[in-house]
């Protein structure tokens, strides 16, 4: 039994060397904050919670590109429309081209502005700005300078011009003398080029032609008076507006006929119109 009690007591040294590890220990657990660890109390979700809030976002959130232009400006037009602006660019200066070169009366001249106009009704106002200005441009290279600011003027405008119209729903009468003041201001223009370039004054030619027609008139209607200046140059420009008004017509007629096959209509025509043509639409 003696044997036994002093196995049973405590080593002094032992106890000894517990209470100097204690107050160590502690320090440690209190400090990690210092340390740079975190606070073992806090929990896991809010841990999770500051995660999130800087996390990058995920693929599906970001958001995708549009495929299509829409109808106001400061979007980046996409390949499509580029592509068709080039391709309707260089159609409207090869039509211009061919009937230059190998002229077929009026049957290429009621397609100039057709393709500049529907660049306008798919793609709008931008686009449709660009490819008058890339048919001029490719004009000029190909045909020179001069023969390009013939085409843009008028008819180059007067593509933006319909393709505005028609996108916004006007009228025929609307769009038609629109586009009649606009081609008599490019016939006077080009009468004002043409006459720089050569140094001859056409007008005056166009005058003593006119002025011939009418005395024959005159003499077969058995008047004796003599035309004046100023009723051969009012004959003149009546005939210039009703030429004009005629162009604007049938260029209507064939973008009615042909848009609308391409799936992008015009506004109907007047009911006498779609009466003479047999055309429902």
Known sequence: MNDDAPASRP???????????KPEAEPVSGNYDAAGVTDPDVSVSDSTSETDEFSPPSVNSTPKARTTLPSGTGYPAPPLAMVETAFLASTASL??????????????RMFFPIPIALVYLRW???ASWMAALVSGLLLSVLMGPTRSVLFVIPFGLMGVQLGAMWRRGTSWLFSISTGTLLGTLGFF??????????GEDLWVYVMSQITEVAEWVFVKLGLLAQPSLTF?????IVMIVVNNIVYLFVVHLVALLMLDRLGNPIPRPPNWVQVLLDYDG
């Open 232 to 236: 051969i140059q009012a004959i003149a």
């Open 11 to 21: 080593d002094p040294s032992e106890a000894s060397q517990n209470k100097s590890l």
């Open 189 to 198: 223009f080009r009468f004002w080029l043409l006459s720089i370039l050569l």
């Open 124 to 126: 709008g106002n931008r």
């Open 95 to 108: 039509i211009w081209l061919i009937n230059y070169y190998f002229p077929l009366g009026p049957l290429l």
